[in-house]
Structures are given as structure tokens and as C-alpha cells.
């Protein structure tokens, strides 16, 4: 079964510095891999998917991935932080026969000091 | 266009006691999910549906029953509620698989069984 792993409960950046948040899969079989982000009091709202095309994927508000299949990782990367990115963010993995089930990693809470 | 809209937003139960959990969406999504969120543990799939009329089990099912009557609705039911089943609960749905179509989550369900 395919799963992923967020290192980090919790990371800390100042404003305008770079953000990484870690997830590695596992998967057997080629995955489709997500970055979602949750803002307090809300749902998830997805930043950005891998699906077999580009390794490097860009999304919203300047967050990018890129996907490494030697080291099974796929961390989101933002060259410049601001406080509006404090957020919970979420690895998300699914492959093509599973019938839409998207499996969620631990989460990573980010906060931004100005 | 509301997306996804969940109901109730806040509920206590005690122990025993059953409920049930309204998600409606008006996007006319084909797939529709309910996950639950706890503390350093993600989201977790609880049950899923691919279509109107069909339901399946996610990675926690145990404790919940789902039905799919209409396809704008996917109820969330607890039998008989525990502690164990104190948590914050998500509705998604999607056009198509996760895969290649994001996931539009409700603002949740928080619940507590005392």
C-alpha cells in the first residue's frame, strides 16, 4: 500500500527566508503525489500535483515541488516566506487504480516570524 | 456557489448516542469523501463514494456507516459514538478520481463524544 511520511510537525522560518517542508513516499507503482494546504478554520485547498509529467511542478503562491524517485521524496520548496504562508501543509498520495483514494500524510504546521 | 457545505459545525455527544453528518456539494462532483483529522496524525479516509448509489471503505471505517441516496449528498453516520471517535471531520469531493481532479473539502465537523 502506498503511503507517505511528512518529517516535521512542526518548522519555523522568518519572513523572507526559504521554506522546505520534507514528505517521502512509498509506493510500488509510479504515484500521483499532492502538496495541500489548510488555513485555520477551513478545508484543504490544493497547491500542487505531480501526475507523471514535469518532475519540477510549480503551484500557487510561488510553492513549488520536485519529484525525486531515487530518494522517494517529493518536498515543497518556497525561496521566500511570508506570513500569509502560516499554515498547516499536507503530502497526499494516490495511484492510478485505487479508485480515488487520496492517503494524507501527517501534516506539517508552518509558522512565519516576522 | 457554495462547493462543499458541511452540517452541523460543532456537535457533543455523549457516549452511545448516534448522529448523523450532512455533507452537500453543488458541483455536481461524481466522487465524494469523508475523512477525520486528529493531532499528528493527518486526515484519514474514513469512506468514500465514486458515484451515486455506491459507497466504500476507506482506511478507518470501523464506528461509520455511509450513504450515497443523491448524488449532491454523502451522509456520515455513527451508530453508537465513542471517545475514540472525538475528532474534526472533512467532507471532499472531486469531478473525477484524486488523481486528476482536486479534492474541494467543507469547513468541517468538529465533534466530541464525552
Known amino acids: 500500500a502506498q503511503s507517505v511520511t511528512q518529517l516535521g510537525s512542526h518548522v519555523s522560518v522568518s519572513e523572507g527566508a526559504l521554506v522546505l517542508l520534507r514528505c517521502n513516499y512509498s509506493s510500488s507503482v509510479p504515484p500521483y503525489l499532492f502538496w495541500y494546504v489548510q488555513y485555520p478554520n477551513q478545508g484543504l485547498q490544493l497547491l500542487l500535483k505531480?501526475?507523471?509529467?514535469?518532475?519540477l511542478v510549480k503551484g500557487i503562491n510561488g510553492f513549488e515541488a520536485e519529484f525525486k524517485k531515487s530518494e522517494t521524496s517529493f518536498h515543497l520548496t518556497k525561496p521566500s516566506a511570508h506570513m500569509s504562508d502560516a499554515a498547516e501543509y499536507f503530502c497526499a498520495v494516490t495511484i492510478y487504480n485505487q479508485g480515488g483514494k487520496l492517503i494524507f500524510g501527517q501534516g506539517t504546521e508552518l509558522s512565519v516570524k516576522p | 456557489n457554495a462547493g462543499v457545505t458541511q452540517t452541523p459545525k460543532f456537535r457533543v455527544l455523549k457516549t452511545g448516542q448516534s448522529m448523523t453528518l450532512l455533507c452537500a456539494q453543488d458541483?455536481?462532483?461524481?466522487?465524494m469523501y469523508w475523512y477525520r483529522q486528529d493531532p499528528g496524525m493527518g486526515l484519514r479516509l474514513i469512506h468514500y463514494?465514486?458515484?451515486?448509489?455506491?459507497?466504500a471503505k476507506g482506511e478507518v471505517p470501523d464506528g461509520y456507516n455511509v450513504s450515497r441516496l443523491k448524488k449532491q449528498n454523502f451522509l456520515l453516520g455513527l451508530e453508537s459514538a465513542a471517545p475514540s471517535q472525538t475528532s474534526v471531520y472533512f467532507c471532499?469531493?472531486?469531478?473525477?478520481?484524486?488523481?486528476?481532479?482536486?479534492?474541494?473539502f467543507g469547513n468541517g465537523t468538529r465533534l466530541t463524544v464525552t
Open positions: 463514494s465514486v458515484g451515486e448509489g455506491t459507497t
Open positions: 505531480y501526475t507523471s509529467a514535469a518532475t
Open positions: 458541483m455536481n462532483h461524481e466522487y
Open positions: 471532499a469531493s472531486s469531478a473525477r478520481t484524486a488523481m486528476n481532479s482536486p479534492l474541494h
